[in-house]
């Protein structure tokens, strides 16, 4: 299967310790996107990337959170000194233009973090 | 600011029932819009995308319209099964290639 994955899936962290998150998008897809989703809630948009450039960013992202996507190719998620309200699932998505279909964004299954 | 609501939050139908999901946006100046399935704990998998020029996008038993004009989009579910028991999400996209901004959700559930 090719699709988006992400590790880990579940991390439990303490309040104050710095944690990293990765996502492998579909190979040929050129964009990739980060959000947060907290239960009961739809996913908020975090940040995107087309090819290794940061186009966008939240203003949900704070300065403890930073995002890279070197060579174009997977993306991590670092989260520094983190806090329970960062407590949530993290998805990571991918798209590939197309402007004749449309860009379906495809989302990985998640990485769910857990701050004590 | 776009807005995205779905109304109901929560749906629970007898198995067999044709249902209908509503999702509501404030600005109609969208690129497309796509419906989700979220099963509890997971990702999310894509269900339809209706790019802003369409009506309607149709997927098996699924079927999605747009009305740009009036801000909303349905998802319509036909003979409906326990299997199809999940959250479903719609966002919309501003942009070619921007982010999505989503509902909160409904949450179904089909009973046997």
């Known amino acids: 299967d090719t699709g988006v994955s992400q590790n880990p899936r579940h991390k439990i962290t303490k309040r104050g310790q710095n944690v990293t998150f990765r996502c492998d998008p579909i190979?040929?897809?050129?964009?990739l996107y980060w959000y947060r989703q907290t239960l009961g809630q739809g996913p908020e948009f975090l940040t995107y990337f087309q090819n290794e450039a940061q186009l966008e960013k939240s203003r949900l992202l704070s300065d403890r959170f930073s995002a890279e996507r070197p060579k174009g190719s997977f993306s991590t998620l670092e989260i520094q000194r983190t806090e329970q309200g960062d407590s949530a699932m993290y998805l990571c998505?991918?798209?590939?233009?197309?402007?004749?279909?449309?860009?379906?964004?495809?989302f990985g299954p998640g990485t769910r973090l857990l701050v004590l | 600011k776009q807005e995205v609501t779905q109304i109901p939050a929560a749906l629970s139908v007898p198995e067999g029932e044709n249902l209908v999901l509503n999702c509501s946006f404030t600005?109609?100046?969208?690129?497309?819009l796509q419906w989700f399935r979220q099963d509890p704990g997971k990702g999310l998998t894509s269900l339809l995308l209706i790019q802003s020029s369409q009506r309607e996008q149709t997927s098996g038993r699924l079927n999605a319209s747009l009305d740009k004009s009036s801000g909303r989009s349905t998802l319509y579910i036909a003979a409906s099964q326990p299997g199809d028991s999940a959250t479903y999400l719609c966002a919309v996209n501003l942009l070619r290639g921007g982010k999505l901004i989503f509902g909160q959700g409904t949450e179904l559930s089909v009973k046997p």
């Open positions: 998505a991918s798209s590939l233009e197309d402007r004749v279909r449309g860009e379906t964004q495809y």
């Open positions: 190979s040929e897809h050129n964009r």
């Open positions: 600005d109609s100046a969208i690129y497309n």
